[in-house]
Each structure stands twice: as C-alpha cells, then as structure tokens.
C-alpha cells in the first residue's frame, strides 16, 4: 500500500514548520514485519507502546495536524533506491569530515536525551558529498562507540537527490560492522503511522526571510525500558531498543549540536548550514534554539554553558557563534559556512 500526502503544518510566532510525503516513497507494511525484527537480537522483542513523555516548549498556538497515513496496525517504511549506499564515513578510513558543533565536556555527567529546535535549509550538494545538521548521543570507547544520530541531511549518496531528508544513524561498534542510516539494518522499531524516517521537507528556511522553517527532535532514554525514543514535536516516532547497545543503556556520556559535512574526490567539501558563515541574525543564519538535555535524573532542562565546549575544524571553511540563555529562545547558536577546500 503506498502512502497519500502527508502534511503536517506547526506554527509558533513567527517560526513555521512543514512537512510531508511523496506518494512513491513509502510502503505500509504490518507493525510486526518490519525490518527491526529481523534482528538477531530482536526476535522475542515486545513492541512499547506506552512513553513516559514530557513537553515543555510552548505550543500554545500550535495548528491542528492534518494527515493520512498508515492504517492501523502497519508503519511506513522508505522504500530503498537503488544504488544507494548505507556506509558511514565516520572513521579513520573516510578522511575528509567537518565537523562545526557543541559538545558536552566529559565531566563524568550521564545524560538521557537530546533536543533543540533545528532550522531547515536547503543546499547544493555533489554526489559524493553530504551536509547535516544533527545532533549525537554517544558512549563507549571509540573502537565500541555506541552512538545514536538525527536531524536533517542532504545526501545524494543515500537518498539519490539532494533534497533536506529527516535523517536517523545508529552504530554499537564503531561504525565497524552494526547499524546504518534510518531502517536499511534491522534494529530502529517504528511505532508511528506517519512517514517519518527520511521524509523530504518541501519547505526550508529562506536567506534574510521574515520566518525559519524548522523541526523539533528529541531522543530520550526511556525511564521503564531502557529503549531511546524518538519524538518529533508530540509524536513518538518509534525507538531503538535497548538491546542493541552496549554502553549507550548505561546513558551517554557525550551529547553534540550541530553540522557535520563529508568531502567530495576532488577535495572540495560541501556547504554547512545554510552555506553562509553566522551572524547574530536568525533570518541569516542556520540555527540552534532551545537546546535542551535530559539530565542523568530524566529531566529536560537547558544545557549549561559551564558543561560544553565549542568546536569548529576550518575556520576559512565553517564557524559558529554561541548566543548562550536568552528567555525568547533559550540556549542558542549558530553555525554554518560556504566549504571549499577545507582540507581533510
């Protein structure tokens, strides 16, 4: 069964949000058949269907969500083009990386989730190249990096286009031989109706525009279960069980904002961002607003200034500014640059 429009439609002051789905891109197929259980790990696994959810932004003046979706008891599930490529090339094999973001200090802190407001932006990107704007929770050594990955990507090695995709990664090893991007491996369970992993967002924020088009994604440890849940604005979309990490149950001890690019052959890295170096206006600038952590007590709170350094690889290349606190926009920043020859 393929899958109509999906439009979801959020307004918050000024900031707008839209998304939804190409027709030809989704299948529905039945909750229990779903790649996540052909998973050795994952063959008696109970799906949750109870979250214990928390929703502190403002959404007072959020507009109804109209959509069509799934049938009851089916998930969409992102039909895979051919010739794509599931690698990721985060590890010493792939030099070329860049990364522009902020972290949290390896303190000994143990968080239980991520997330932030994340401004939408559209960019020309070569085949072998990609541009992200995600956020990462991470634990374990890096030769056993348990890391969980989403936000937004265009990648033309995975998507064949270059379009602004909502995109998700999980490893457990490394990057050496588990995970991959969105559901092309077993393992992320899919509890929504509604196509999420790698959908296409139409709209995306304009250069000196009067409002940015954004999204708002939160990963949380689940308190009952251990599983780490993804929600975007009030809907679960479905979680990666805990039985695929081996440190990420105990928590992440490392939390990271921000952008991320990948070289092309010739040397040349791709733009970040919004392609443009920051300035302190939003409307020009690609964005972080309302960056939030869950502590190691299951509380959303900002994150403190004091618990995270600031880290750009290529000045000449990306840059980010740190605005820290301010009521109308909690904790903020921002980030992005042109690429070039960056080097590797």
Not at 15 to 42: R, S, W
Not at 191 to 220: C, D, E, L, M
Request: proline share 5%.
């Amino acid at each position: 069964m393929a899958l109509h429009l999906l439009l979801v439609l959020f307004s918050y002051m000024f900031l707008t949000q839209v998304v939804e789905g190409n027709t030809d891109d989704f299948d529905c197929v039945d909750i229990y058949k779903q790649p996540a259980f052909q998973h050795p790990l994952l063959k008696r696994h109970k799906i949750q269907e109870i979250f214990n959810l928390d929703d502190n932004l403002d959404r007072k003046n959020e507009c109804k969500v109209n959509y069509q979706s799934c049938s009851k008891g089916t998930v969409p599930i992102l039909k895979q083009r051919n010739g794509t490529e599931s690698i990721h090339l985060d590890t010493v094999e792939y030099p070329g990386q860049h990364f522009s973001t902020i972290e949290t200090v390896l303190d000994g802190s143990i968080y239980r989730g991520a997330e932030a407001r994340i401004s939408l932006h559209s960019l020309t990107v070569q085949n072998n190249q990609y541009s992200k704007s995600q956020i990462w929770l991470e634990n374990g050594p890096r030769n056993e990096l348990n890391s969980i990955q989403f936000g937004w990507a265009a990648h033309p090695r995975l998507y064949g286009d270059t379009r602004t995709r909502f995109t998700i990664y999980w490893t457990a090893d490394g990057y050496k031989n588990t995970g991959c991007y969105n559901i092309q491996c077993p393992g992320f369970v899919i509890v929504t109706r509604i196509p999420w992993i790698g959908i296409a967002f139409p709209r995306t924020s304009i250069y000196g525009g009067n409002k940015t088009i954004f999204f708002t994604p939160q990963v949380f440890q689940d308190g009952s279960t251990g599983n780490w849940v993804l929600k975007i604005f009030s809907e679960v979309i479905g979680y990666w069980p805990k039985e695929l990490f081996t440190h990420l149950n105990k928590g992440a001890y490392l939390i990271r904002f921000g952008g991320n690019t990948f070289i092309s052959p010739d040397g040349i890295s791709p733009p970040m961002g919004n392609g443009y170096f920051p300035v302190v206006d939003f409307q020009k600038s690609s964005h972080y607003m309302h960056v939030k952590v869950k502590n190691s007590n299951y509380q959303l709170v900002d994150i403190e200034d004091s618990k995270t350094r600031r880290y750009s690889d290529s000045y000449q290349c990306y840059r980010l500014s740190y605005w820290g606190y301010f009521k109308s926009n909690g904790v903020s920043f921002s980030f992005g640059g042109p690429g070039g020859d960056c080097g590797t």
